[in-house]
C-alpha cells in the first residue's frame, strides 16, 4: 500500500542551497536606484563643498559611502561605488590647494576606505553564503527527522501542529511520525526528556525504529517493544560518549478502518475523540512507562483498543500544550477549550488551537509544542477511502512541507484541484 502524500504547498521556511546563495548575493538595492542615488549624493557633497569654502572642506566624507554600500549592495555594486568615489575623491584633490603630502595621504586615505568597503562585502556575502548552505544542510537533515505533514493514507488524514521551543530550530524534543503498513496505518506522537538540540538524538533513534518496526511488525505491541530496544541501544551509546540518557513517552497507536483503534501509551497524555459535535477525552486504562524504562517495571506493554468512527477526529497532543500557563500561572484547560471545535476539520481544529494557546500563553512557550489531529477515512460508493473536502494528489513530495509551522489541512488536499491559490494558507510556527 502506497502512503499518499497531500498536494499542499507551503513556504519554505529556508531556501535550498542554491536559492539561499543567490540571496545573499543579490543586492537590496537596485542598479538604477543605486546609481540615481549616487549621482545624488555626489551632487550634493560637491554643492555643501563649494559653499562652506575652505573652512569645511565634505568631499573626503565621502569615503564611507562604499562602507555602507558593503552592507546592502552586491560585491559588483560595491566595487563600481568604491570605483567612482575614489575617482570623485581624487579630482577634488587634484583641484585643491594643499602640499604633496597633503595629497598624498588624502587619495592614499580614500583609497584604502574604498577597498576596505569592498572587503567588507565580499567578507559578508562569502559568510552569508556559507551560512546558507549550513543552512540548507540542516533543513535537509531535520525534514528526515520529522517527515512533512498533512499525510493521507487508506484509514485516515493527518494533519500536525509543531512548534519547538527553540525558534532557529526546525525540529525540537517532541517527536512524530506516520507510517502506511500491511497491517494497517501506525501512529507515533512522543515527548524526549529534556528540549532542544540534545533531545533531537534518541528522538531520532526512535522515529527510525518507528519506521522500520511499524512496517515489518505484525502487532502494535512488537512495534512498541521495537521502540524500546532502539532507546536502550541509543542509552547505553550515550552512557559510553558522556551524553545523559534519557527517556520518550509516547503514544503509539495503530489504524486498520475497522472503527477501532489499537493503543499501547507509554506514560503520554491520552487523546481526544471528536465526534458528532462532541470532545472528550479516551480512556486508556493502562498507561505504562516511558521508553527507554521497560527494564525498571518488568511489566510487559498490551495493546488496548477504542472505537474511532467514520468522519471522528483523534487529537493527539504532547504536554507543551496542556502544561502552558497564562500569566497567573494556571495551566491551558484544553478539555474546556477544544468542546466548541468539535465541529472543525483538521485544519481549523488545529489552527484554533494554535491561536488559542498562543493567546492564553501570551506568546510565551516553556516547552516544544506538538499536536496531531487524526480524521477517519469514511468509504465512497466504491468503498475505497474518502475524505470530505479533502482531494488527494498523488504526485506531491516532501518539499512542499517543512516541519516547524502549522500545515494547513482542512480544505489543503484539494487547494490545487479546486484553484484556491497562496492566499489562503496561513503558516503558524509550531
Known amino acids: 500500500m502506497a502512503q499518499k502524500q497531500s498536494g499542499t504547498r507551503r513556504p519554505s521556511t529556508a531556501p535550498g542551497a542554491d536559492a539561499g546563495i543567490a540571496t545573499v548575493s543579490r543586492s537590496r538595492i537596485g542598479s538604477g536606484a543605486l546609481v540615481a542615488g549616487l549621482a545624488l549624493l555626489t551632487g550634493l557633497v560637491l554643492f555643501l563643498d563649494a559653499t562652506t569654502g575652505d573652512d569645511l572642506r565634505v568631499v573626503p566624507l565621502l569615503v564611507v559611502v562604499p562602507a555602507l554600500a558593503s552592507v546592502y549592495c552586491s560585491l559588483r555594486q560595491t566595487i563600481w561605488i568604491a570605483v567612482w568615489i575614489t575617482t570623485v575623491v581624487v579630482g577634488f584633490r587634484v583641484g585643491a590647494d594643499g602640499t604633496f603630502w597633503d595629497f598624498v595621504f588624502g587619495i592614499g586615505f580614500a583609497v584604502l576606505a574604498c577597498a576596505l568597503g569592498v572587503a567588507a562585502c565580499a567578507a559578508r556575502i562569502r559568510h552569508a553564503t556559507e551560512m546558507a548552505r549550513l543552512r540548507s544542510a540542516a533543513v535537509t537533515l531535520q525534514r528526515q527527522i520529522l517527515r512533512p505533514l498533512p499525510v493521507v493514507t487508506d484509514h485516515l488524514f493527518a494533519h500536525g501542529l509543531y512548534e519547538p521551543i527553540e525558534e532557529d530550530r526546525f525540529v525540537g524534543g517532541d517527536i512524530y511520525e506516520v507510517v502506511e503498513s500491511p497491517y494497517g496505518t501506525r501512529v507515533i506522537l512522543g515527548d524526549v526528556q529534556g528540549k532542544g538540540l540534545a533531545a533531537i538524538g534518541v528522538g531520532f533513534a526512535a ?93 510487559t506493554r498490551t495493546a488496548e483498543s477504542f472505537g474511532f468512527p467514520p468522519g471522528a477526529t483523534l487529537l493527539v497532543v504532547t504536554d507543551g500544550v496542556t502544561e502552558a500557563r497564562d500569566a497567573a500561572g494556571a495551566f491551558y484547560p484544553l478539555d474546556e477549550r477544544i468542546g466548541p471545535w468539535a465541529g472543525h476539520g483538521p485544519r481549523e481544529l488545529l489552527d484554533a488551537l494554535h491561536v488559542d494557546l498562543e493567546t492564553f500563553s501570551g506568546g510565551v512557550r516553556r516547552d516544544d509544542v506538538a499536536a496531531l489531529a487524526l480524521h477517519s477515512a469514511s468509504a465512497d460508493d466504491e468503498g475505497r477511502p474518502a475524505f470530505p473536502g479533502h482531494a488527494v494528489l498523488e504526485s506531491a513530495g516532501p518539499e512542499d512541507a517543512v516541519p516547524g509551522h502549522v500545515v494547513p489541512g482542512g480544505a489543503v488536499p484539494g487547494d490545487r484541484a479546486t484553484g484556491a491559490g497562496d492566499d489562503d494558507r496561513r503558516p503558524a510556527a509550531v
Open 207 to 299: 522515529i527510525a525504529a518507528f519506521r522500520e518496526a511499524a512496517i515489518r511488525e505484525r502487532t502494535l505491541t512488537g512495534v512498541v517493544e521495537a521502540l524500546e530496544d532502539a532507546v536502550v541501544r541509543h542509552n547505553a551509546f550515550s552512557a559510553q560518549t558522556g551524553d545523559v540518557e534519557r527517556f520518550v513517552t509516547a503514544l503509539v497507536l495503530g489504524f486498520d478502518g475497522g472503527g477501532r483503534v489499537e493503543a499501547v501509551n507509554c506514560g503520554h497524555l491520552p487523546p481526544r475523540l471528536l465526534h458528532d459535535g462532541g470532545a472528550s477525552a479516551v480512556t486508556l486504562h493502562r498507561t505504562y512507562v516511558p521508553l527507554g524504562l521497560a527494564g525498571l517495571g518488568g511489566e
